[in-house]
């Protein structure tokens, strides 16, 4: 196993937007950010992933960027932004920025030079076509709704946007945006950021010859996600970015890719294939999707997400590496989607379900509001909601498809805008996220769950999170042992084993609201062993051949052979 800085890394992420207000205009902000790094520090965290701060109109909350070396006003300065790096490097922690490069802002100069002429010099920068009988070039869907192209009357040619209208797709055939594109990569590693994270990059390489989509029932457009995503020259895009723009920097890369498969995922992140760190799956989240995805959601199985987890896990153990996650900015709030958000067990199982993932192989991310066990939001009225995506899924599928109340339902399950809700600092007025009106409503549970308290509380969410991070700098095992699933038809216990050379880790976790049995299978043998963390209180000496947990409980034992 190739031992390395990234893999032994816990990686925070940060959306400034809901992070931390510094000046009063409702807006999280850089400078807000840099006041929170001590708490970061105290946490014990690597690396921040800082999603967008780029300079954009804010279409798709930043990741829809006009100026890609330029910060967005709403944000603050270059000057800000270097002091903020400055700050992370002083604590030992490293800075991650997002990478948009499918595509890019309507209002970013190259494309508002691309639609003056079919001649000018930045046209294919993007992707333009002609109509086709009056119509466009293919039935393929945008994620946010509607079509994927764009019809513009000043050259009587569509653009391609996979996501809204105000996000053309940039056109990577074309060598010298590429260049421009790598370019732009090395002016923010020359400044000192430590990596990437590239949104959707999996899509930068299309299919060339634009096939129609397979059009599903009940659904207006075609699906075209197999003509985007892993296209035919993604790999080729890949180390070419890798040797131009990253190969002279000890970064850190991982890349957003829906639609993954555990085969690609090795050849995107193999070692000696010089393209990224890691991946983003999306397979567990989409667990529950109904037949309008996260709209209508159904129950899941624990058998499922074990299915999916097992296989990535056992996919990339010798070659190639993965990101362990439950919730991130365009995702629901981890207790609420994975353990149980209810005041009885929101503590215990928002514990439970961190063991379950930081202690599998793979760099652990840690959402923000996470450590400190933020929840869902349940706002009533529509205009509540800020997020695109759930705002033009409202309008698309109601009344026809779902009613009111069923689309709601989906909401406040799955909407973006659940991980959105300001971080909950204390329990003064906009949880300490802001002295004026918060860009989105917090959370009215803050007076309960925030920091503040978290800090205060020493079996608090956040101090476990900090132990859990502590075990891993301490316990290499944690980082490199493999991972073997255990019980795997239960419904209820998530249980593994993690074992390098003659050390071996046991991890127990009950997923379920019920008291239940774990009986140690029989393959798993030991001479002695030790407690290493747990979430309720244990008697050390008790047996593990057979061990009723309470619900949510969770358990790592130390196995010497």
Known sequence: MNKTWWKESVIYQIYPRSFNDSNGDGVGDINGITEKIPYLSELGIDVIWLSPVYKSPNDDNGYDISDYRNIMDEFGTMEDFDKMLAEAHHYGIKIMMDLVVNHSSDEHAWFQESRKSKENQYRDYYIWKKPVNGEPPTNWGAAFGGSVWEYDEETGEYYLHLFSKKQPDLNWENPILRNEIYEMMRFWLNKG?????????????????????????????????????????????????????????????????????????????????????????????????????????????LTELKEIMTKWQKGLEMDGWNSLYWSNHDQPRAISRWGNDSDEYRMVSGKMIATCLHMMQGTPYIYQGEEIGMTNVKFNDINDYRDIETLNAYRDLTPVSLTHEEIFKGIHERSRDNARTPVQWDSSPNAGFTTGTPWINVNPNYEKINAEAALKDENSIFYYYKKLIKLRKQNEIIVYGTFDLLMEKDEQIFAYTRTLGEDQLLVICNFSAQNTVFTLPEDVRYSSKELLISNLNVDENQSIEEVTLQPYEARVYRLKK
């Open 193 to 301: 950021i430590d990596g990437f994270r590239m949104d959707v990059i999996n899509f930068i390489s299309k299919d060339t010859s634009y096939p129609q989509g397979e059009i599903r029932e009940g659904h207006k457009y075609g699906n075209g996600s197999k003509y985007y995503m892993n296209g035919p020259k993604i790999h080729e895009f890949l180390q070419e970015m890798n040797k131009e723009a990253l190969s002279g920097f000890d970064t850190i890369t991982v890349g957003e890719m829906p639609g993954v498969s555990v085969e690609e995922g090795k050849l995107y992140t193999g070692t000696s294939r010089n393209e990224l760190n890691m991946v983003f799956h999306f397979e567990h989240v989409g667990l529950g999707d109904g037949r309008f995805g996260k709209w209508d959601p159904r129950e899941w199985k």
